[in-house]
């Protein structure tokens, strides 16, 4: 889902070489040789972190040099449209999450369709999202929140990233399957949002960070989104699982080159990606993160696109929200 969040490694700079071999750092390359991956999010944020992962061996698959390059802000755009930009021989290339299907829903200033704007290189990894609540709250499983929630009719609330983000959007697609009237309360980022639940002051979030502070105590997680459980939290279960269905959606990170990219460069690209999400390395580390290696052609990847926006269009249209 659309991610905002604060960063958490500061030592990171904005603009990183990342070798060949190894992941090496490189002192000097020049640029012509050099592939560039733009990542929409700030250094040190979940997308960043699993965009470092990838990219440490990315290098090393395509016989290039990768320069990891941080271009956040305006909800994601002023990185993709750089990347719209870019010349197309796939020496540029965007490394994003759902973030990229949802932002030409709501930013109207945003023209691009997401389906068929850029050149798909391939769908990295799926995470689930967890559906986490304050743990004073006097529920213990995701049936026990929606009766609860429907026994207090707009008094109890759900925090987000703000207006269209990620949150935003599965917690109206959440009230509209469950049938509890929540009330939506933005902040500036998921990690703010996910604070103010642990402090109590909010009752519900989705988010996909949550672990760590779950083991505090401080929050419970009741659910997770998507098709299988998280391996981190194997007693856990789906949202399908704890007997809601329709919100089986995963979260993602994928690789876009510019339009107009020549098909030969696109899968060139491709087997390199999938060749890296081989790598035991690689896995054991999303394992950490909770993601899980999604290897494939190009068009998994426009099939997910394709998927969210049908999903977040009609939850768009049915909460009747507006976005300025």
Known sequence: MLEKRDKTMTFLRRRTFIGGAGGLLLSSVRAAEAVRVIVPYAAGGFTDIGARVICEQLGQALGQPVII??????????????????????????????????????DPSVKYDAPTAAAPVGIASVYPIAVVVNAQLPVKTLQEFVDHARKNPGKLTYGSAGPGSGAHLGGELFKSLTGTDLVHVPFRS???????????????????????????????????????????????????????????????????????????????????????????????????????????????????????????????????????
């Open 190 to 324: 998921t990690s703010n949002a996910l604070t103010e639940v642990a402090a109590g002051r909010v009752d519900l979030t989705f988010d996909g960070t949550a672990l760590e502070l779950a083991k505090t105590g401080k929050v419970r997680i009741l659910a997770v989104s998507g098709t299988d459980r998280d391996p981190r939290m194997p007693d856990v279960p789906t949202v399908a699982e704890a007997g809601l269905k329709g919100m089986e959606t995963n979260s993602w990170l994928g690789i876009f080159a510019p339009p107009g990219t020549p098909a030969a460069v696109v899968e060139r690209l491709n087997q390199a990606l999938n060749t890296v999400l081989q790598k035991e390395a690689l896995k054991a580390r999303f394992r950490e993160l909770g993601m899980v290696p999604r290897s494939g052609p190009p068009s998994l990847l426009i099939d997910q696109v394709r998927h969210d926006t049908d999903l977040y269009r009609r939850v768009i249209h049915e909460a009747k929200l507006k976005f300025e």
């Open 69 to 106: 390059e941080n271009r956040p802000g305006g909800g994601t755009r002023i990185g993709t449209s750089a990347v719209f930009g870019a010349k197309p021989d796939g020496n540029t290339l965007l490394l994003t999450n759902i973030a990229y299907s949802i932002l030409p829903l709501v």
